[in-house]
T-cell receptor
Framework: GNSVTQMEGPVTLSEEAFLTINCTYTATGYPSLFWYVQYPGEGLQLLLKATKADDKGSNKGFEATYRKETTSFHLEKGSVQVSDSAVYFCALNYGGATNKLIFGTGTLLAVQP | ETGVTQTPRHLVMGMTNKKSLKCEQHLGHNAMYWYKQSAKKPLELMFVYSLEERVENNSVPSRFSPECPNSSHLFLHLHTLQPEDSALYLC??????????????FGQGTRLTVV
């Protein structure tokens, strides 16, 4: 079946450090891939997405590249800030009539000043 | 502000109570979703409505009863819940078409505690 696996957190970094959060997926066909972010006390917000192989999604300094050969969609940022502290969710959408999202378990990122 | 509003934000209820969660979207979407978020688990998709018809029910116990009276509103009626039902309940909406590339927009969630 379709599934998403994320690296377990928490990830603790100092401000301006480089961030990688790994995400791999299992899917039939060619899903779209997403990263959502959840700040404390809030719902999920779309961070970036990629809809086909080799696409790179980017937003707010975050990037992720859709790698079909390794079934991965790792999230990266060159220099994190304290305000990036949140839970990050990788997700896939294999389409159909209802656009269902399948999420990973989420990775908590804590950035210290 | 995502355009999806959930009320109440927090709810404490006894196991014999009946309560309802409300979700409203102002985005012109025609698909709406209920998700359950529990600690250390992936988000669980509970129900999907597309064009006001329920198109998916992911083996959710009957003590959860959804209602979608129109494309802008979604309810989750709760009765005789168990303590393990305590979680954050998230509502989302999207366009129902799009071939899978369309993102969902989420509300802030209702933090439910069953005592």
């Amino acid at each position: 079946g379709n599934s998403v696996t994320q690296m377990e957190g928490p990830v603790t970094l100092s401000e301006e450090a480089f961030l990688t959060i790994n995400c791999t997926y299992t899917a039939t066909g060619y899903p779209s891939l997403f990263w959502y972010v959840q700040y404390p006390g809030e719902g999920l917000q779309l961070l970036l997405k990629a809809t086909k192989a080799d696409d790179k999604g980017s937003n707010k300094g975050f990037e992720a590249t859709y790698r079909k050969e390794t079934t991965s969609f790792h999230l990266e940022k060159g220099s994190v800030q304290v305000s990036d502290s949140a839970v990050y969710f990788c997700a896939l959408n294999y389409g159909g009539a209802t656009n269902k999202l399948i999420f990973g378990t989420g990775t908590l990122l804590a950035v210290q000043p | 502000e995502t355009g999806v509003t959930q009320t109440p934000r927090h709810l404490v209820m006894g196991m014999t109570n009946k309560k309802s969660l409300k979700c409203e979207q102002h985005l012109g979407h025609n698909a709406m979703y209920w998700y359950k978020q529990s600690a250390k688990k992936p988000l669980e998709l509970m129900f999907v409505y597309s064009l006001e018809e329920r198109v998916e029910n992911n083996s959710v116990p009957s003590r959860f009863s959804p209602e979608c009276p129109n494309s802008s509103h979604l309810f989750l009626h709760l009765h005789t819940l168990q303590p393990e039902d305590s979680a954050l309940y998230l509502c989302a909406s999207s366009r129902s078409s799009g071939g899978g590339s369309t993102e969902a927009f989420f509300g802030q969630g209702t933090r439910l505690t069953v005592v």
